[in-house]
């Protein structure tokens, strides 16, 4: 069992929609959780930060931690073309990042 | 400001050959920089870690002989594969932290290297 799972999709949905991408971990330690967002044939960019449980919102896109399910959301409201990407779940005990493998999100216009 | 950059964006080379990637940090000290392969359609595999100025750190099952790992300044730091073949065919990431946020381990991506042994 990986320690870090994530549905890899492709997720499709219509433009305007809501979407919810989902990681779940096995490893208790992990209390850095961050989501990055990799265009095709580029490097990741982070996209969100969370420390422990809570949610954190910024414009567009809301981050959820569960500790205690040890599970992990990214929300993207009134999704864009332009968010058409691979999303990359991340966590940390506090230093080394393990990643999920993606999910490949396509919004169409 | 966090700017990784990669030299190059993508090469091709001849099976044997040896090629070097640089990363560098463009607007900030890099006390540790980091980096990962990603085959088509798979995430980010983390190959090794480096502090400036000490040797790599290797994940388990990454050769450090045939991946030189050199970090040899606070905002350089370069991957030379070393007789490549064509299963080392893959996109090389390196990342780096920034030493003076001390309040998490956020890593700053590079754009990345596309890497194609003939």
């Known amino acids: 069992q990986k320690e870090v799972e994530q549905d890899p999709g492709p997720l499709s949905v219509p433009e305007g929609a809501i979407v919810s991408l989902n990681c779940t971990y096995s490893?208790?330690?992990?209390?850095?959780f961050m989501w990055y967002r990799q265009y095709s044939r580029k490097g990741p960019e982070l996209l969100m930060y969370t420390y422990s449980s809570g949610n954190k919102e910024d414009g567009r896109f809301t981050a959820q931690v569960d500790k205690s399910s040890k599970y992990i959301s990214l929300f993207i409201r009134d999704s864009q073309p332009s968010d058409s990407a691979t999303y990359l779940c991340?966590?940390?005990?506090?230093?080394?990042?393990?990643f999920g493998g993606g999910t490949r999100l396509m919004v169409k216009p | 400001g966090a700017v990784v950059s990669q030299h190059p964006s993508w090469v091709i080379c001849k099976s044997g050959t040896s090629v070097k990637i640089e990363c560098r940090s463009l607007?900030?000290?890099?006390?540790?920089m980091f980096w990962y392969r990603q085959f088509p359609k798979q995430s980010l595999m983390l190959m090794a870690t480096?502090?400036?100025?000490?040797?790599?750190?290797?994940e388990q099952g990454v050769e450090k002989d045939k991946f030189l790992i050199n970090h040899a300044s606070l905002t350089l730091s370069t991957l030379t594969v070393t007789s490549a073949h064509p299963e080392d065919s893959s996109f090389y990431i390196c990342?780096?932290?920034?030493?003076?946020?001390?309040?998490?381990?956020?890593?700053?991506f590079g754009p990345g290297t596309r890497l194609t042994v003939l």
């Open positions: 991340a966590m940390s005990p506090g230093n080394m990042l393990t």
């Open positions: 990342s780096a932290r920034d030493g003076a946020r001390v309040s998490y381990n956020e890593q700053f």
């Open positions: 490893n208790s330690a992990f209390q850095y």
């Open positions: 480096s502090n400036e100025g000490s040797k790599a750190t290797y």
């Open positions: 607007d900030f000290q890099a006390t540790t």
